[in-house]
């Protein structure tokens, strides 16, 4: 995009969030929304946590992977979505903390495929420490 309406994008993305029942299951919020970038948090809930405490794969995977395949639809044409062809995640310590942060990236934008990342952080009292990296490909669909 040449000249970005940030206001648009910001609505196009917060709009398809909110069709996210898995989002809402979580009760994730997206923080910032931005070309190329988009940062999603969520509360790490009793229901979401794995039997030592801490916060389940799965939580981190959801937040990083629609983080991420939100950065891609920033930076794609009205009336195109996207969705998720593959994703990798390297977890890289227990997601121990009150909420997860998800900040998704794109990486290099194309025309079939861009190409994504999103780190998740684990979060106490304001304090936070990396707990994931994701990696992966977005497919825009009509």
């Known amino acids: 995009m040449a000249d970005p309406d940030l206001a648009a994008i910001d609505r196009r993305i917060r709009e398809s969030f909110a069709r996210q029942s898995m989002m809402e299951t979580f009760g994730a919020k997206i923080l910032s929304v931005a070309p190329g970038a ?3 948090a969520a509360p790490v809930l009793p229901g979401s946590r794995q039997q030592h405490g801490a916060g389940h794969a799965a939580l981190a995977f959801g937040l990083g992977d629609s983080a991420a395949g939100y950065s891609a639809l920033t930076l794609l044409p009205e ?3 996207v969705m998720t062809a593959e994703m990798k995640i390297n977890l890289l310590a227990p ?3 009150d909420r997860l942060i998800a900040t998704g990236r794109v ?3 194309g025309r079939r495929l861009t190409i994504v990342t999103a780190e998740v952080e684990a979060e106490t009292d304001g304090q936070r420490k990396l707990v994931a ?3 992966g490909t977005m497919v825009p669909v009509g």
Request: charged content about 15%; hydrophobic content about 65%.
């Open 79 to 81: 009336g195109v979505e």
């Open 133 to 135: 990296l994701l990696q």
């Open 107 to 109: 990486v290099k934008a």
């Open 38 to 40: 988009v940062v999603i």
């Open 95 to 97: 997601a121990i903390g």
